[in-house]
């Protein structure tokens, strides 16, 4: 199992910036990839960014270098740092993780995805 725990949201300015944070607990030892995703009322959850365990990273292309995605070292804190907001960017942010694990008398590999609470960001023009 793991738990996440979303924070950093608000209100904010046009052009202004945030950072998000994700705190992991549990089985963090399993999760292969973290991400954000957003989801504005009516509309479908979206990506915005994901980070692998390798390091590398995805964005979005309607945030692509406007925000960051990053995490520590212990892979139990995830961020995201957004510049530059626009109204666009108003919806709730969740904090989700990608675990593997194998079973261990069949050696088959399961996927599950985690999810956080949401944080709510809101961009005024």
């Known amino acids: 199992q793991v738990q996440l725990v979303e924070s950093g949201g608000g209100l904010v300015q046009s052009v202004g910036s945030l950072r998000l944070s994700c705190v992991a607990s549990?089985?963090?030892?399993?999760?292969?990839?973290m991400g954000w995703y957003r989801q504005a009322p009516g509309n479908h959850r979206e990506l915005v960014a994901r980070i692998t365990s390798g390091g590398g990273t995805n964005y979005a292309a309607s945030v692509e270098g406007r925000f960051t995605i990053s995490r520590d070292n212990a892979w139990n804190t995830m961020y995201l740092q957004m510049n530059s907001l626009k109204p666009e960017d108003t919806a709730v942010y969740y904090c989700?993780?990608?675990?593997?694990?194998?079973?261990?008398?069949?050696?088959?590999?399961?996927?599950?995805?985690?999810w956080g609470q949401g944080t709510q960001v809101t961009v005024s023009s």
């Open positions: 989700n993780a990608h675990t593997v694990v194998v079973i261990a008398t069949t050696r088959q590999r399961y996927g599950y995805d985690y």
């Open positions: 549990g089985s963090i030892c399993s999760i292969e990839a």
